[in-house]
Structure formats: C-alpha cells, structure tokens
C-alpha cells in the first residue's frame, strides 16, 4: 500500500492532471503506471523520426522535448515543446507511421508506454479520457493561435505571444513561477517555431529589453510589463479558464 502511495504523489502526467480536475487515487495509480519504464535521453538525441512506424508514446517526466518537421525547402518547423508532465505523441495515436518527429531539447527523462496501455487506461476511467480530449484540443486551439498568427502578425509580436505561451504553460505545473522562467531555447529554436530568422529573434528580444517589456539574466527571461505583452502579441492564454463541468463525474 505505501508503494502505491509513493506512485500517486511522484506520478508527473498525473500531478499535470490533477492541475485541470481532482483525481481519484486510483485515477493517480492508473496514470502513473504510464510512468514506469523511464528513459534517460541526452540533449540532441532523436526520440522520433517522422512516417517511422509508432511503437511508443511518451510522458515527459524531465527535460525539454520538440516536435518538428522538415519543409520541402529544407527548413525546419518546430511545431511543439514539450515540458515536464507532458503527454507527448497525441498526433501519433490517430495514425501507424509517426506525422511528426521528436528530438531531445535538452538531457531529458521520458516515459515510453505502448498505446494498449493508453486504450486500458481510457477504457477503466472516462474521466480521464475526457480530459486528455480537452487537452488536447486546447493544443490544436493553441496552435491554431499561433498558426493564424504566422505571416499576420509582426515579428515583435509572435515573440511576444511565444514568451507568454511558455510562460503560461510552465506555470501550470510550476507554482513557484511568478513573472520569470528559464529559456532553455536557442534564438534559432524560437526562430523555427515562430517563423523568424534568429537574426530577426535576437533583434526583437532586445528591442523588447530596451523598451522595459522583459529583461534577461543568465539565460533567464522575467516578463515586466506582461499587459503590454499580450497587447503587443494579440495574446490568449489557452491553459486557463476551461470549461470543465461537462467531465464526467470520477
């Protein structure tokens, strides 16, 4: 019985859930047990190649992971970075061979389960099926923002909304952060994610110091004036204010 304790209160995917709604302490253990098998994986290593065939899908317990895409013009799309307490390969459930690859952004820990452990999951506990849905379609909302946002919006202002982006999806697990978070992502990596050459991201990044909107310190970013900064960048905060009385009842 301890043991199983010890699975409810360390299980990261289920601490990033019970965030969204209270979950039952067999909601936790369930949960948790996607956690058992971890794997260590160093900064740069590839977790995913796209159209591999899908063995694995993965909760982040540590690190930094993307997903991208290499462009018929040999540039890369990065399309999502994944934090701790992250389900990653969502898009890999629908399909046989991989949409999307995966590559370590950092030395990382990520759990791998198979999807017959997703499918006995979502068969014992609903609730937890609808909340993976309502997650999930809050990423498609998020990204949908940030897809409307590329080639419409100003440089200044997808650097802006990715900045709060992060920030706000660091916090949902992180109650420690208050306006500052670490970075962790080269110039170019935000670059890819927003459209931007790094050229243009250093540019806009400084700019946006000098005039008192953020400031930096050892690879630190603190967010000073964050009203300004979703005015600046049209910004919505996804990962708040969801609508959750229609799950079922756990």
Not at 47 to 65: A, D, H, P, S, W
Not at 75 to 82: D, E, G, H, M, N
Not at 146 to 174: I, N, Y
Request: glycine share 6%; net charge positive; charged share 30%.
């Amino acid at each position: 019985m301890r043991k199983k304790v010890f699975l409810v209160a360390t299980g990261c995917f289920a601490e990033r859930l019970a965030k969204q709604v209270p979950l039952s302490d067999a909601e936790k253990a369930a949960l948790s047990r996607l956690e058992e098998n971890p794997r260590k994986i160093k900064r740069g290593a590839m977790i995913q190649r796209v159209n591999e065939t899908v063995t694995e899908l993965f909760v982040l317990r540590e690190g930094r992971v993307m997903s991208f895409v290499i462009l018929p013009d040999g540039s890369r799309q990065i399309l999502r970075v994944y934090f701790p307490g992250d389900f990653i390969g969502s898009a890999s459930t629908i399909y046989s061979k991989a949409p999307e690859s995966l590559v370590a952004l950092s030395d990382a820990i990520v759990c791998p389960f198979d999807k017959h452990a997703l499918r006995r999951l979502l068969d014992e506990f609903p609730r937890v099926a609808a909340l993976l849905f309502l997650l999930s379609n809050a990423e498609r909302v998020s990204m949908t923002d940030r897809l409307a946002a590329l080639g419409r919006t100003s440089a200044k202002a997808r650097v802006a909304s990715f900045l709060l982006d992060m920030f706000d999806r660091l916090r949902v697990t992180d109650d420690s952060i208050t306006d500052s978070f670490d970075l962790r992502l080269t110039q170019e990596e935000i670059g890819d994610s927003i459209g931007l050459t790094s050229v243009h991201v250093n540019r806009m990044i400084r700019q946006m110091e000098q005039e008192g909107l953020i400031s930096r310190s050892n690879g630190r970013i603190t967010l000073i004036n964050m009203r300004q900064l979703e005015e600046i960048g049209h910004y919505t905060n996804r990962h708040k204010d969801m609508d959750l009385d229609w799950l079922p009842v756990g």
